[in-house]
């Protein structure tokens, strides 16, 4: 990979993750990564990924192509994603479909934000649940500074994991619009997505972030947003200002990370709060070493408890 290169290991303790090997740090450079929205795409689009710059084309059936041919593209839920094509197949995590019927559902928010940071910080931003109180402060995300016990459910799925909440209560104050029979669960799948699905009653939101490696020691996060409720559409740019100042929240905070410190310094989890950020590391390095048996994943059913 251009610029992207193995850095040296220290041989730090990781608990039982095990010693470190390459693998566990940086992007994945055999994975589906999303570029750019769909319809950004007009004639030609130049994006960077994973350091190398690449031309999204609209071809004459009106599709999405990339000009570099050892490439290929697929468009989901509104977003062009690009892999390499000399990828082995059983290492490649299978990219997000147009899944929960969320094709029909309109997009209502799009947002996107480019930082300069460390590939794996932004994408532990995306399961830690610890940072949530810490950094994601706004009105209609956290009605108090009251701290509550939560409870999560997590099992294993395809190329990670899913959490489950246990107790309702412990939802965000703008989730009680969906009534009290609300399911939510929330998907982390290799390399760097985050699905957060809403159920309750016929009400249906799919709230999708990914971090992309554009460039050595940048990323772009990307916020989408659907729901059944297609009157929402129309406030579009309002939902999106709210997912752009959500992205910015985490963005502040890596901006003021040592951008190397994750790979010179031992790592240490500790607790149930960690214990995603832990997995995310050991689903990395089973990547690394997927055979043609495929992806064996680490995750194993789990109730996790924290206060936040
Ligand atoms: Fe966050």
Redesign the pocket.
Known sequence: MDGYVSRPQEEPFTGDAGPVKPGRFGPPSDAWYPVARERAVRRRLRVPLLGQELTLVRNPAGGVAVEQTDWRVETRLGLVWVRRAAARPEAVPTLIGDNAGTARFPMIACSEIEVETDYDQAVL?LVDPA??PM??TAWWWRSSDKRRVKTKHYAPSPFGFTATAADQFASAPAYELVGSDRKITIEFRLPSTRIERVEGGRFRLLNVTTVTPTTPGRVVLRNVIYSSVRPLRWLHPALSALGRAFLE??ARILRRLDADASTRQPQLFVGAPDQPSAWYFQCKLALARATGAGFVNPVRPSVLRWRT
């Open positions: 931003g940072h949530v950094v994601h929240q985490d």
